[in-house]
């Protein structure tokens, strides 16, 4: 005869549980700002690794960045050869231009006019690196140019683009080169100040949908205000020069004042500022 005592002990031992607190195993996503000091370390990290990066791999990212920037001519002139120019038209295609800065930032291809934020932040707390830096602005500007020239070779020289969007982006080139040394040289400030700040703003971002955000407004003033960028611009500009409507010495006349502008915005309005709000200067 089995007592209940022994058919108690006959049933399997339960098996510890395997339940874990959800909170421990799925942590709630991070929603806190960012403090000054903490997005100045996140740029100072990403820094020192573009730093360490070499010369070949900087210039596949360069030529990759500048391709990939005629994204922003392609839009808008597309944009404008469908609803012609003028007006409020413009408007509507310059809803296109940040395209280029989006799949180049969110790609982490090398992007010159970023690089007058990251580097040069790290160059202000330690000034060793000032010859690495200028190594890194010499590669990335000159595969960026290069990455421009390929791309208005393959814009201009091919038969890629509908006739009407390669008028339209030839266009767009005559209209960026023009206008005064004085006006490209502050356009290009203002230019540059605005990628700075879209660098320094997406390091203090949690998520992509928020750099995504950050990149597409601001890069849509710089379309829609048509400041200079001595990137995205030279894809136009270039492929102008492709087409004969600007001569080569006009395109190097624009580059002079915008770059110099671009890197006075970058270095000066922004990495110098938000440098002096975490550290002495």
Not at 101 to 121: C, D, K, M, S
């Amino acid at each position: 005869m089995i007592t209940d005592s022994e058919s108690l002990k006959s049933l399997p031992t339960p098996l510890p549980s395997t339940k874990t607190n959800s909170s421990t195993a799925n942590p709630p996503p991070e929603t806190r700002r960012l403090t000054a000091n903490e997005i100045f370390e996140a740029a100072i990290k990403n820094a020192r690794a573009e730093l360490r990066r070499s010369g070949r791999k900087l210039t596949f990212s360069g030529l990759a960045g500048g391709i990939t920037m005629g994204l922003t001519g392609i839009g808008v002139a597309s944009v404008r050869a469908f609803l012609g120019p003028g007006g409020w038209h413009d408007l509507v295609s310059y809803l296109i231009y940040p395209i280029g800065f989006i799949a180049v930032i969110i790609g982490r291809a090398q992007l010159f006019t970023e690089n007058t934020l990251y580097p040069v932040i790290l160059v202000f707390d330690e000034r060793r690196h000032v010859m690495r830096t200028l190594r890194l602005w010499v590669i990335v500007f000159s595969a960026n140019v290069a990455g421009a020239f390929l791309f208005a070779m393959l814009a201009a020289k091919s038969p890629a683009l509908r006739p009407e969007v390669l008028t339209e982006l030839v266009r767009l080139g005559g209209e960026a080169a023009s206008g005064t040394m004085a006006h490209l040289f502050w356009s290009g400030v203002i230019g540059g100040w605005l990628i700075a700040l879209v660098a320094w703003t997406v390091t203090a971002s949690h998520w992509t949908i928020g750099q995504l955000t950050i990149i597409y407004l601001f890069t849509f003033v710089v379309g829609a205000g048509r400041f200079a960028h001595c990137i995205a611009s030279s894809c136009e500009i270039l492929a102008s020069v492709m087409r004969g409507a600007i001569p080569f010495s006009g395109y190097l006349r624009w580059l002079a004042p915008a770059t110099l502008g671009n890197i006075c915005g970058g270095v000066l309005i922004v990495s110098l500022l938000n440098y002096g709000q975490v550290k002495e200067i």
